[in-house]
């Protein structure tokens, strides 16, 4: 059972800029949901997808976009890139049965730095 | 709106040491609570996972219980060990789709 796979592992950006990053979920999971963690910060929630459309979206404004496919992988959007943008994204699978979503399993974040 | 508090944040302790990471909820109507490990720059990885039902769950050294009416948990270590060394977080969900609500987490350092 592979586990998720989050790349690239790093990047840098100029401000304006747009970035995608992308996920492979755990076998066996559909739902894929996304965190933003600032430097000394708990992860701050993004969205989630599940069955190819966002069910969930926390406090971010619309040039953060994302997609999952039917394998249950997924990328993340950002545009027009601004320097708070400066984070690890974290993505993590889930399965989710009816509305509920399970137990949450990590990747190891790609580090976007925008200068 | 669902808020997350870890005290301390930050804990320093000779190996050895039996220590309690704590964590509190605004809103006791949470589906499960996760505990978490982060080494530094990297992904997490999940220790413990309580359901709302629960009181408890234990895994080797590691103990977390969950107090939902009044908002806490507590994360034991036993016999801490140098490579306990990292940071802990604490995360509520409430069962949907509106992901995790997490703590700003607590650095631990264990000292050889």
């Known amino acids: 059972e592979t586990g998720v796979t989050q790349s690239p592992t790093h990047l840098i950006k100029t401000r304006g800029q747009q970035v995608t990053l992308r996920c492979s979920s755990q076998s066996g999971h559909n739902t894929v949901s996304w965190y933003q963690q600032a430097l000394g910060q708990g992860p701050q929630f993004i969205f989630q997808y599940y069955r190819e459309e966002e069910n969930g979206r926390g406090n971010f404004p619309p040039r953060f976009s994302g997609l999952q496919f039917p394998n249950y992988s997924s990328e993340l959007n950002v545009n027009a890139l601004e320097l708070d943008d400066s984070a690890l994204y974290l993505c993590?699978?889930?399965?989710?049965?009816?509305?509920?979503?399970?137990?949450?399993?990590f990747g190891e974040g790609s580090r976007l730095t925008v200068l | 709106k669902q808020e997350v508090t870890q005290i301390p944040a930050a804990l320093s302790v000779p190996e050895g040491e039996n220590l309690v990471l704590n964590c509190s909820f605004t809103d006791s109507a949470i589906y499960n609570l996760q505990w978490f490990r982060q080494d530094p720059g990297k992904g997490l990885t999940s220790l413990l996972l309580?359901?709302?039902?629960?009181r408890e769950q234990t895994s080797g050294r590691l103990n977390a219980s969950l107090d939902k009416s009044s908002g806490r948990s507590t994360l034991y270590i036993a016999a801490s060990q140098p490579g306990d060394s990292a940071t802990y977080l604490c995360?509520?969900?409430?069962?949907?789709?509106?992901?995790?609500?997490f703590g700003k987490g607590t650095h631990l350092i264990i000292q050889p």
């Open positions: 309580i359901q709302s039902s629960q």
């Open positions: 993590a699978s889930s399965h989710q049965r009816g509305s509920i979503t399970g137990e949450l399993f």
């Open positions: 995360a509520v969900s409430g069962g949907g789709a509106d992901g995790l609500t």
